[in-house]
């Protein structure tokens, strides 16, 4: 896929998703309905507060590119909006789910993916959660990626792609290194030190030889 979410498109995606599947009744949404889902308070991190412009360039942007189609009927005296990147990607309910939440939450470990998507897609258990992200990874491109696991955390975290490639390097966030990745170095460090006090000791045997003779 060449076109790349930016951060409000990502909001925008997530929290269609997140009401097309907890609140059917509701759904499609309005603009109004759509800023106030972006900008609530729970199930969001960060919390926002975008415009009503801002989401519907956003909106207008996804349509374009066919990620949003704009709901008519007999019935509705203001536009609604669907979302239909989940149909165009081909995902399956609990791809659907577990990608709703990272793009609502940002970056998290399958625990805490699977405890949020629950009241999207009931998982099995921890493992099905993993072998879904795992096999979103493992896609061209990948879905999602996962990160090294942070110094004291239970698990590595997973976050989204943004469907086209990996961002420029300046623009990554950075990665704190991981405990393997520390202790890698550590041994490394030792190692090296060991090897300069065995040189320097064999210099000092050699001169008190010279000195001696």
Same mark, same amino acid.
């Given at each position: 896929?060449?076109?790349?979410?930016?951060? %409000?498109?990502?909001?925008? %995606?997530?929290?269609?998703?997140?009401?097309?599947?907890?609140? &059917?009744?509701?759904? *499609?949404?309005?603009?109004?309905?759509?800023?106030?889902?972006?900008?609530?308070?729970?199930?969001?991190?960060?919390?926002?507060?975008?415009?009503?412009?801002?989401?519907?360039?956003?909106?207008?942007?996804?349509?374009?590119?066919?990620?949003?189609?704009?709901?008519?009927?007999? !019935?509705?005296?203001?536009?609604?909006?669907?979302?239909?990147?989940?149909?165009?990607?081909?995902?399956?309910?609990?791809?659907?789910?577990?990608?709703?939440?990272?793009?609502?939450?940002?970056?998290?470990? *399958?625990?805490?993916?699977?405890?949020?998507?629950?009241?999207?897609?009931?998982?099995?258990?921890?493992?099905?959660?993993? %072998?879904?992200?795992?096999?979103?990874?493992?896609?061209?491109?990948?879905?999602?990626?996962?990160?090294?696991?942070?110094?004291?955390?239970?698990?590595?975290?997973?976050?989204?792609?943004?469907?086209?490639?990996?961002? &420029?390097?300046?623009?990554? &966030?950075?990665?704190? &290194?991981?405990?393997?990745?520390?202790?890698?170095?550590?041994?490394?460090?030792?190692?090296?030190?060991? !090897?300069?006090?065995?040189?320097?000791?064999?210099?000092?045997?050699?001169?008190?030889?010279?000195?001696?003779?």
């Amino acid at each position: 896929m060449q076109a790349v979410l930016d951060a %409000i498109e990502a909001r925008v %995606i997530g929290t269609m998703i997140e009401k097309r599947i907890t609140v &059917p009744d509701s759904y *499609p949404l309005t603009i109004n309905t759509l800023v106030n889902g972006c900008n609530q308070s729970n199930n969001r991190a960060p919390v926002t507060a975008l415009s009503e412009s801002e989401v519907t360039s956003a909106v207008e942007r996804l349509r374009e590119r066919g990620f949003t189609s704009l709901y008519t009927g007999a !019935a509705t005296r203001v536009p609604k909006y669907a979302e239909t990147f989940c149909e165009k990607l081909g995902l399956s309910p609990r791809e659907s789910a577990l990608l709703c939440e990272l793009m609502l939450r940002g970056a998290q470990m *399958p625990g805490e993916l699977r405890s949020r998507a629950e009241r999207m897609h009931a998982f099995a258990d921890l493992a099905e959660v993993e %072998i879904t992200l795992k096999a979103m990874g493992e896609l061209t491109p990948p879905l999602v990626v996962q990160l090294p696991r942070e110094a004291g955390a239970r698990a590595a975290k997973w976050q989204h792609m943004l469907f086209g490639g990996e961002l &420029p390097a300046a623009d990554a &966030p950075a990665l704190p &290194p991981s405990k393997a990745d520390r202790e890698t170095a550590l041994v490394e460090r030792v190692a090296a030190l060991e !090897a300069k006090v065995a040189e320097l000791e064999d210099a000092l045997t050699a001169l008190r030889v010279q000195l001696g003779a």
